[in-house]
């Protein structure tokens, strides 16, 4: 259960590409080279990277990429990737505070869709937030079974 005084402590905030990677390594690509959690676009000018912290420690990251959803051409899109949240601060409503951030900055640079590649366990997650799954299940070499999700905004 999430406790109302534990959600009242989040700040969300943007941060840097280098900010996110200590994370990203720890809850996406553990017992792999750090260079696995670097991905290609983060230090694009249009790449915007966000955190989520309780009393100011980082315990979520997240960061939003300028890509069209591959089956919708032409959608002004924002795609979300390396959302990671440190061990500790699962289901404490980290996430959800991030993600609702990352939807209100998508939002205000007119995207018409957020989207992402969500591991199968975290789907439930983002239905919650309102995504639904677009096509079938598929693998990432190395990484494991997803979907896609969408969220349209508009």
Known sequence: MV????????????I???ETVPLRHAVLRPGRPLETALFAGDELPSTTHFGAFRNRQLLCVASLYEAELPDQPGVAAIQLRGMATAAEAQRTGLGRA?????????????A???????RVYACA??????FEIVGDEFDIPDV?????MKLELQ
């Open 16 to 18: 840097s590409a280098a």
């Open 3 to 14: 406790d109302k005084e534990q959600i009242a402590t989040v700040e969300v905030r943007q």
């Open 112 to 118: 018409r869709l957020l989207w992402c590649n969500a």
């Open 125 to 130: 997650f983002y239905s919650k937030l309102g």
């Open 144 to 148: 494991g079974p997803h979907y896609r």
């Open 98 to 110: 991030l993600v609702l951030g990352c939807v209100a900055f998508a939002r205000a640079k007119r």
